[in-house]
């Protein structure tokens, strides 16, 4: 399983991002990774976002497709259902990652590579392990913030991983399949968290490479209040929570 893969699909959640969804797309079709496939998650955006993916995808000759949900319902949930739509299919590897560029897609070659030749189970885009990096114009506040959530994180949980709360992995199609999709209730930035706990409680193994993540050039950011406080009480209701996920038979 390696680059030259014909079975990954990389789901792109989207909300609002019609000037962004062209230039990634773009980025992806570039990569030497043969027979890559978009699936696009938009989330009835109000900008147009969807007609935007649809005209992509009836220009891609069949690399990318749309998954139209009818309501904004939060990061994870939209995961969830693109996750669900390509496990159905034949893929091998998914790969997740922000419409926004934030994400630099010219690392997916190492990602698949990564889980090809060691035994990681899903490999994550870390900013906080050696090489990786954030962007330059990120204020002192922000650093210290995404530092702390990720000490948070794992003084709480465990994870023994540098950046708990990144967004950019390859997961095995195999991987997505043993942590029960259907039963994840996070729908906000907290979903990071909990599918990197879902994957350590059932005894498999997370690889980072590193990663220079940079900061969105259009649209707005959907880090709201609820979203930080869905991801200060997840840790705490993960480790304490009455059903302790068993692992996969």
Do not use: C
């Amino acid at each position: 399983m390696t680059s030259s893969s014909r079975n990954v699909v990389v789901v792109l959640p989207t909300y609002n991002e019609r000037d962004n969804l062209p230039r990634i797309v773009g980025a992806l079709g570039d990569l030497d990774v043969a027979g890559l496939h978009v699936l696009v998650v938009d989330d009835n955006s109000p900008d147009g976002t969807g007609d935007v993916a649809d005209k992509l995808a009836l220009e891609s000759a069949g690399k990318v497709s749309v998954l139209h949900r009818r309501e904004k319902d939060g990061l994870g949930r939209a995961y969830v259902a693109g996750f669900e739509q390509t496990l159905a299919g034949d893929a091998e590897v998914v790969i997740q990652m922000d419409a926004d560029l934030s994400h630099p897609v010219e690392v997916i070659p190492v990602m698949l590579e990564t889980l090809a030749s060691t035994d990681a189970d899903v490999v994550l885009g870390s900013r906080y392990v050696a090489g990786g990096s954030v962007a330059g114009d990120w204020g002192w506040h922000r650093r210290a913030l995404s530092a702390w959530a990720n000490f948070y994180v794992d003084m709480i949980l465990r994870l023994g991983v540098k950046d708990a709360t990144a967004g950019f992995k390859a997961w095995k199609a195999d991987t997505l399949r043993r942590i029960d999709l259907p039963s994840v209730r996070s729908s906000g930035y907290a979903f990071q968290v909990e599918m990197n706990y879902r994957v350590v409680q059932r005894g498999m193994r997370i690889a980072e490479v590193p990663i220079r993540f940079e900061e969105r050039t259009e649209g707005v950011s959907k880090m709201t209040f609820t979203v930080q406080a869905e991801s200060a009480l997840l840790p705490w209701k993960l480790r304490f929570g009455r059903r302790p996920l068993r692992p996969h038979r």
